[in-house]
T-cell receptor, first 110, second 111 residues
Framework: DVKVTQSSRYLVKRTGEKVFLECVQDMDHENMFWYRQDPGLGLRLIYF???????EKGDIPEGYSVSREKKERFSLILESASTNQTSMYLC?????????FGSGTRLTVV | GQQLNQSPQSMFIQEGEDVSMNCTSSSIFNTWLWYKQDPGEGPVLLIA?????ELTSNGRLTAQFGITRKDSFLNISASIPSDVGIYFCAGLTPNTDKLIFGTGTRLQVFP
């Protein structure tokens, strides 16, 4: 069964901390994505990557960065966490015919 | 960022009823996808549509890719309590792998 695995289901961090959200896929997909999901705002694209070491900004990249050193791993980095980054973060991978999502990481910044 | 118009926003129905929801866009898509999200989980793909006019079923679920490539609908027949969740449509823009998501339909099923 193909999988996208996000390393943490729940995370609580302090304001100002550097936060790493990890995502690993075992499907040899080229494309990977990070979204955040907030009530009333739907899924918003933060960053995506079409290849190793490649990254593109999505619709809301401010306050975030990403790393794709290996094909199977796409990391989302919050350089200095703020309370408005409290959200559900979803990782997905794709071959171009539909996304497979991870189970999500619910991040709370206090 | 762009979002698709999905309706209705929420539905409260009785077990056994049929459900219909749809998505419209001002842009054309070459793929339409329908996802379901359970509370606290990531979205799970239900149905994928790759051709205009295509009608596809997955158990009690049926979805269609509109002829104009700007709309899609999802029907659920004989709803059951485990159908509860949020349903998202998503369109894949031509020549990219970027999905545009609908705003979601929250479904509640009462026994």
């Amino acid at each position: 069964d193909v999988k996208v695995t996000q390393s943490s289901r729940y995370l609580v961090k302090r304001t100002g901390e550097k936060v790493f959200l990890e995502c690993v896929q075992d499907m040899d997909h080229e494309n990977m994505f990070w979204y955040r999901q907030d009530p009333g705002l739907g899924l918003r694209l933060i960053y995506f990557s079409y290849d190793v070491k490649m990254k593109e900004k999505g619709d809301i990249p401010e306050g975030y960065s990403v790393s794709r050193e290996k094909k199977e791993r796409f990391s989302l980095i919050l350089e200095s966490a703020s309370t408005n980054q409290t959200s559900m973060y979803l990782c997905a991978s794709s071959t171009g015919r539909g996304y497979t999502f991870g189970s999500g990481t619910r991040l709370t910044v206090v | 960022g762009q979002q698709l118009n999905q309706s209705p926003q929420s539905m409260f129905i009785q077990e056994g009823e049929d459900v219909s929801m749809n998505c419209t866009s001002s842009s054309i898509f070459n793929t339409w996808l329908w996802y379901k999200q359970d509370p606290g989980e990531g979205p799970v793909l239900l149905i994928a549509l790759y051709k205009a006019g295509e009608l596809t079923s997955n158990g009690r679920l049926t979805a269609q890719f509109g002829i104009t490539r700007k709309d899609s609908f999802l029907n659920i027949s004989a709803s059951i309590p485990s159908d509860v969740g949020i349903y998202f449509c998503a369109g894949l823009t031509p020549n990219t792998d970027k999905l545009i998501f609908g705003t979601g339909t929250r479904l509640q099923v009462f026994p």
